[in-house]
């Protein structure tokens, strides 16, 4: 573990600048700690920085300056397939446009981080079962993504996020394709989840009703956390 | 994991099934031209070494001395030599029967006597076991009755003769009628020379075409007890060296030496296909990647190393480079099956590159067998292809950048056109490659001088993209002006995707480039050797037989009013280095007499003194660079009889004759004493000044009307008609590269319509919002119509930028390697102007089904799914 991590925090980002090229700076000095089992939401105008924050928190981009951070390793300090396997083993990603494999099936797709980790085949689809019945899609599951509705769909892209139980899931408008109906279940899922697994959560929205799910929202504006807040629960 | 990436993999085959398919397509192409030709190849080989075993009978060794044979005399030594326990000799000898059609016959001059030993014969329904002692009850004894002849039943069937017939032959003696003793039905005969064989009694057989004592093979039998290789040590030390003792095995392996060219030739057009069908799977590989650009994005984030996504794609192709060479083998080998019905034709085209002694050996090819190791290395090619070729896409696949592949396709880069350090690579390489071609020496090494072309080759694929796009720029205002908005589209297409286009564009430069080369480099040939057989021809009257002459004949025309000399020529082949040449044996006074006749190099003075001694040799330009040997070295012949060590004294132009490996020009009296040859092929008969060639040339055909048929020609008459025969030798030499050339264009054209089906796949959701915002079905038809007219066009032109280089290559080096002399440098700009309506209307059946397939896009569908 890197001298300078903080304990109980998965997620450390320290005095982290992103440019691009000489002109851009995505993110200014941002430093921000994120506890285990704790549910934090990015708010923020378009080109604020949020989905840069997403990428450098997952290794999926690197800082031009600073530190990320997971789980106390400093990404940095890894080569690509070390970043790689780090997500594989303890990040599940929810996009906005679900990004799903249009080629499997609910099943298959929300089985493939267990293949991926070298799992067999029978037992990646019984675990895979299990959580798409959890999410609510238990008729669903030999359907591909094209034959699934927006909200079914995230509902798959959730349970191939969560299928490993990962101690971070990073979320990128999980709800912004979809009616607020629909957007609000997901959340709920979420919420569940986040109480069961105890899966700490890092959700980028610009919607207001999702950010009062989390238990801290952070406000960016030009690449700095201009406000922090900590909404009531939600009863 | 790499079962779920393949697994993955699969399921993206599914969803695009047409892509794999043609990619499949795209390698079966390649793998079953290399796999029809190469078993083609094969099964003449084996065809021609059967028959060479066939021929043999019980014979362990055999042996002969190239074509003028050699003195019977050596019999006696041979039988003397312990070990041997029979021998039996043969001639083997060419003519015309004068039936209607002057067919050509090969008579087989044997022994009965000691033929019997050896070889079994079925006679008309009487069999004639080997062994059957040569008395009374054995009819070949019947052979030995004056000018009688046993035909073969295909040749007699085709003429309609039977046993009692009589049949007329062109003898060296004048026109002999042959009394036909039997129609063998013979199948190890028969399948000789299309079954046109006749056998005659070997003593009957020399005199009528004037061998004098001279035989053309001995076949030996060997004791049971005794080791075949010690017997032949033992020959080989009591023969002189000219003599060739080789087991008959060994005889097939000279089959395969004097047609390694013809199958070069097949190779390097299966390798060509498989170049081609390369670009090709590069081409809908790099597709896939980009068709699978989002999917690549996900599999990164969620936790697949960037090694495990090449990987991904490297597996995709082998397992299509698998089921495409499997494909490959099964269609070459229905291919070959097919191409076997052209085989005759392909054993007379193998037949031009051998020496004619073994011409004989040509048969009948049998229906090619499949070949379990061939397929092994058809199926490791295809796979091996597939895998370089998918390489490069696999690679890019590898490096991209999850963050923008996650994105929508609206967010993919353009397609950067390859940057000006690579274009200047790539010129940097042709430029070197045409310098190396230009400046250096032919003796510098074959390797060396192959990778000139490799290096024009690559420098030219790096260059392609860009060269592509600048083409396609070039293009675009006439496509506005002409074809409009569609137009304006089509050629966009290919300037924003240069990668795209520049592999369909490769595929057709690499096609196109080996048919205007190949074409540009025939016709060169062509030039060179009508413009050398012009100046070559000498007399003003030209004599010839379609058998040999006797010397009496020539002394008897020698003697006529008129005629001032009588050059007396005799052409045959001899060993040199392993190599077969062709030797000239003429009266070399009268030849330095002629003062169209001069040397290249080498004292004219000096060689016109000593040649016609016989202290001296000539040799072609073409075996002084293929042997090495110039003015002034020593050039050793191993003869029938002794050693020939004679310096040579000139080098001529010669390119006319035998000029695959040179020839060598003696005094006709220095062949005899070595080879004990008198025969006489040709006359070059010099007039008297006041001497009307045309009356002299009556006087010789009325004072020879009792011998063989003469043909007699002026000068005027044999340039005039020999220059057609030697431009049809010529053609029929090249036959095997014109389908060479057919099956390339052919590669070519299939891997363009491949590729257009692709690319309308790859830009469905493309053509989809074209349509969307109100293209109509008939302007996106019309579109990828326009698109393969560019791309075609594009083509032609790096095809012919290619082929010229290839050419210059080609006359300056290759023609060097494989001649033995450079040829003028020719851009095969005709061809490449027959070629502009030919390819653009192949272009635009190929687009046909692309465009149907375009215009027909579901709008809804492509451009709302994820």
Redesign the interface.
Known sequence: MDQASLPGSILELENVTKEFGNQVRALNSISLQVKLAERVAIMGPSGSGKSTLLNLSCGLDEPTTGVVRISGAALAQLDDDARTRLRREKIGMIFQTFNLLATLTALENASLPLRLQGLGWREAERRARGMLERVGLRERLSHRPDELSGGERQRVAIARALIFAPPLLLADEPTGNLDSATGNEILTLLDELNRQLGTTILLVTHNEAAAAHCDRVLTLRDGCIVKEERPAPIS | ?WR?LLF?SL??W??HHLRALITIIGVAIGVSTYFALRTVNQSLLASLAATVDKLAGKATLQITAGNSGFPDTVLATVRATPGVTGVTSQIQQFCRADLNDNAWLLILGIDPESEAQLRGYDLGGMAVPSGTPLSFGNPLAFLKLPNTIVLCSAFAEQQGLHAGDHLPVITSQGRVELTILYVLRDERIGSLYGGRVGIMDIHTAQKAFARGPNIDRLDLMTGDGDDVETVRQRLKERLAAGLDIERPQQRSQQVEDATVMVRRGFLMTSLIALLISSFLIFNAMAIAVNQRW??I???????????RVRRMFLYDASLIGLIGSAAGVIAGYLIALGFSRLAGQLAHVLSVSMPSSLLPMIAAPEPPRFHAGYAGEAIALGMLASLISAWLPARAAARLN??LA?H?IETRQRERVIGWPRLALGATLVMAGLALVCLTTPTIGVILQLSYFLLIFFGLILMLPRLAAWMAMALRPLANRAFGSEGILAVDSIILAPRRTSATVAALMVGLAFVFSLWAFIQSEKAVLLNSFERRVDGDLQAWSTSAMTEDLAAQIAALHGIRDVRRSLFSTTRYSDRMVTLIASDMAFWFADANNSLVTGDLQQARELVPKGEGVLVSDIFAARSGLGVGDLLILETPTARLERPVLGVIDSKATAWLEGTVYLDRQLYKMYWQDSRVHWLAIDLEADADPTVVKGEIERATAGGPPLFVETATEIKRQGKATVASNIDQFFRFMYVQMFIVTFVAVIGMINTLVISVWERQREIGIIRAVGGTRRQVRKMVLLEAAAISLIGLVAGAMKGGFDAYFMSRTAAVIFGGYSVPFTFPGLLVLVSLPVLLAIALIAAWWPARLAANTRVVAVIG??
């Not at chain 2, 599999?299 to 090694?307: F, P």
């Open positions: 994991m779920t993955i399921r993206d599914r969803n989002k999917e994005g996900i599999l990164r984030a969620i936790g697949v190393e960037r090694r999850p963050i996650l929508n799914s994820e």
